[in-house]
């Protein structure tokens, strides 16, 4: 879609009633959407033998960072229920760890993965078309020769969780506690299996805010104005340039932020004002 920052062309018509053309254009249309705020409590950090090896002689632990790796997303029509579709998640967190074996030892930085498992219904209404597009990649010689079921798509946004608190015990939760790690999250953690016998055990709660999307391939009309062309020239950056640095240095503003962080009062003021 044009740019909000852009110089009509010479003759273009401007004005919000005057528009040059009507275009078709294909776009993403979310159909439904739903946002969460999951607290994860006590989810099993698990380890390849090199990683668990190091949590068999823990004396203590602190966490360092928690990061997403991964959402594997299954979707599938619900029976009886026309449009609708359930969303499977299941959510790869990158865990990195110092443990403490002892007080004078220094600490062993140590990765695991814990997962989470999640279920949102959502409407994305119906079709019964097959898409097929150029841009993928056809063998002729396979068997299988048909194009993508009209099936919306699931897309999760997921903002950096907040690591709450962790624990070492030398006792699992639940027997059951087990998982299934995929061979890409594994090779992460420098393995290619999980650790099978533990002896201790380490376990994480999370905080996570996420929204979820259901949406599909549509065409669209809207009205163009002009072509976006750019209201700046781009300034020369390589080794060759013959513009003063102390210029470019000049144009950055004084961070003043940095020296002066800003108070609570303050950031509630800019928040209300946005």
Known sequence: ?????FTPASGAAVGTNCFKEAVCVNAGRVYDSCSAKDCLEDLRVFFTDAGQSVVENAQSIKCRTVEVLNVFMDVEAIPFNKGFYSVDMTFY???TLDVYAGSLTPPAAVQGVATFCKKVILYGSEGSVKTFSSDAAIDPNC???TGSADTPTAKVQVVNPILLSCRLC???ASPLD???IPACILRRLGGDSIAANA???IYVSIGMFSIVQLQRDVQMMIPVYDFCLPDKECTAGSC???EDPCELFRRIKFPVNEFFPPRLAE???EESLS
């Open 1 to 5: 879609m044009a740019d909000s920052n």
């Open 93 to 95: 967190f990158l865990i």
């Open 143 to 145: 068997g299988d020769c």
């Open 170 to 172: 030398d006792c699992p």
């Open 178 to 180: 087990t998982a299934t």
């Open 199 to 201: 002896s201790r055990f």
């Open 240 to 242: 060759g340039s013959t």
């Open 267 to 269: 950031l509630d003021c």
